[in-house]
């Protein structure tokens, strides 16, 4: 398998965050439909994050809906869901 994170960073309480950037163009009633669409792939960017960084537990996983000028938090939604 192959990917690419789109970004990696800190937050204001020193926790990692893998976040990837979507530029769908969707309706406000379609976001959790994509988010639980791209939720494994993020899934899949946080546990190579952490094994590669040698974290305690992957890092949080938000959806940054570039369209809607927003974030989406995507490790509330289980992979398969």
Same mark, same amino acid.
């Given at each position: 398998?192959?990917?690419?994170?789109?970004?990696?960073?800190?937050?204001?309480?020193?926790?990692?965050?893998?976040?990837?950037?979507?530029?769908? *163009?969707? #309706?406000?009633?379609?976001?959790? =439909? @994509?988010? $639980?669409?791209?939720?494994?792939? +993020?899934?899949?960017? *946080?546990? #190579?994050?952490?094994?590669?960084? =040698? @974290?305690? $537990?992957?890092?949080?996983?938000? +959806?940054?809906?570039?369209?809607?000028?927003?974030?989406?938090?995507?490790?509330?939604? $289980?992979?398969?869901?």
């Amino acid at each position: 398998m192959t990917g690419a994170v789109d970004l990696v960073y800190l937050d204001d309480h020193g926790e990692a965050v893998v976040a990837d950037f979507k530029s769908d *163009a969707v #309706a406000e009633e379609e976001v959790p =439909g @994509l988010v $639980a669409r791209y939720a494994p792939q +993020l899934e899949h960017y *946080a546990r #190579a994050l952490a094994a590669a960084l =040698g @974290l305690t $537990a992957p890092p949080r996983r938000e +959806l940054w809906l570039l369209r809607l000028d927003r974030v989406e938090p995507a490790d509330r939604v $289980a992979p398969g869901d």
